[in-house]
């Protein structure tokens, strides 16, 4: 993955307002924009499961999320 993506995402000022207040417009503008953006698709599915698992939770992120049983 580029390193660019991986940072950028990490860093993204939208994914931290969304953070600080998902209510906000500009939060659920980023948790909209993240079904659909590129970036992020590679930004998570380069990382390993756990994370991948963890950042489903804290988005509720249906796609990533995996059952345990």
Do not use: V
Request: proline share 4%; with cysteine; aromatic share 14%.
């Amino acid at each position: 993955m580029s390193e660019k993506i991986e940072k950028g995402c990490e860093r993204c000022s939208m994914r931290k307002k969304y953070d600080a207040n998902p209510k906000s417009l500009m939060g659920r503008l980023w948790r909209w924009h993240i079904n659909w953006c590129p970036g992020w698709k590679e930004y998570i599915t380069f990382l390993p499961e756990t994370e991948q698992q963890a950042l489903a939770e804290q988005y509720n992120i249906k796609k990533y999320l995996h059952q345990s049983s």
